[in-house]
């Protein structure tokens, strides 16, 4: 069994608002900006939600993957998930990106979470916002409201390769990504599992002191981590599974990707490094099952523990 919890779903939409950014674009082709965009990065054209989401399961059939979290990587994209999930919703769990900031926030997270979307992304860094804001808390009373939700929290370095790529600006403030900014809205919410990726993506520390105080919160082992360059001395993958393991144990982790476009498709290098690590440091069968799928199935059911999907 290998469950994901992080892949992003690059849909139409989200290569239309790179395209929209792009400067320099030809006012004629404001019509097709996602053609734009994927032009200058040579990668497929995802086509419809529905396309998308049936390329995304033959890939993960390809890998041996069972389950995954698809996430919406743009504010407003709920939708493209919320019709992969419909189409394949015993293997696909959907996630959706929203700014806090926006006066439709609170509106559009109550219809994607109706919609059977179960996990709500925050990138306070991105959107330049603070976790303390008190239009983050409306956002975790309808994670309350709905039992099943997550709250999934981008903290520490953040760098979008296809913006980087496309030689985009990331204007971003790493001032507001600090996990310690969780504690508070966290133990408020007890109740409402919090998802923080990349082992805190260079804020190892603060992610483990903040899993330590706050049973609610769940580390995502995702990408290449290779934040661990920023770390005096220098750190192994092992030596973080390891310290992690020491801190939150094994039901608290879950395995991720970060894989995200097409053709590179699933990237089984991450997963060859994190069951590497886990074997370096010998952790048993019981700690690999759960950290590999069966965290993910207990945060996420299929059957009839699972939440209904709203028409």
């Known amino acids: ?41 040579g990668w497929d054209a995802p086509g419809s939600a529905e396309a998308l989401a049936d390329r995304w399961i033959a890939e993960l059939d390809r890998s041996g993957v069972s389950r995954a979290a698809l ?25 959706f990106m929203v700014d806090p ?69 990331s204007p971003f403030d790493m001032r507001y990504g600090n996990p310690l900014d969780l504690h508070a809205i966290a133990a408020a919410y007890p109740g409402v599992p919090v998802i923080v990726p990349h082992f805190g993506a260079g804020l190892f520390r603060e992610a483990l002191m903040l899993a330590d105080l706050c049973a609610n919160v769940v580390l995502d082992t995702s990408s290449s981590n290779g934040w661990m360059k920023y770390h005096a001395g220098g750190l192994s993958l092992g030596v973080v599974f390891r310290q992690a393991l020491s801190v939150v144990g094994p039901d608290r982790l879950l395995f991720g990707s970060d894989s995200s476009f097409f053709p590179r498709g699933w990237v089984k290098e991450v997963y060859d490094q994190q069951a590497a690590a886990l074997h370096e440091i ?3 069968e019981a700690t690999r099952h759960k950290v590999f799928a069966g965290n993910f199935d207990r945060l996420f059911p299929v059957g009839p523990e699972s939440r209904p999907i709203q028409p």
């Open 282 to 284: 010998e952790a048993d």
């Open 71 to 95: 996430m919406a990587s743009v504010p407003g994209d709920a939708d493209s998930v919320v019709a992969a999930v419909r189409r394949h919703p015993e293997r696909l769990v959907g996630f």
């Open 101 to 169: 900031a926006d006066p439709r926030a609170s509106t559009n997270t109550e219809q994607a979470v109706a919609g059977g979307l179960r996990g709500i992304c925050l990138f306070p860094a991105m959107h330049r916002y603070s976790m303390h804001d008190e239009r983050v808390v409306r956002l975790f009373e309808i994670a309350v409201a709905h039992p099943g939700t997550v709250v999934f929290v981008h903290c520490g370095v953040l760098s979008i390769g296809v913006r980087r790529k496309l030689g985009l600006a």
């Open 1 to 41: 069994m290998l469950n994901d919890i992080h892949c992003h779903f690059f849909s139409t939409a989200f290569f239309a608002s790179l395209g929209r950014a792009l400067p320099g674009a030809a006012a004629a082709d404001a019509a097709a900006p996602h053609e734009i965009a994927l032009e200058r990065l």
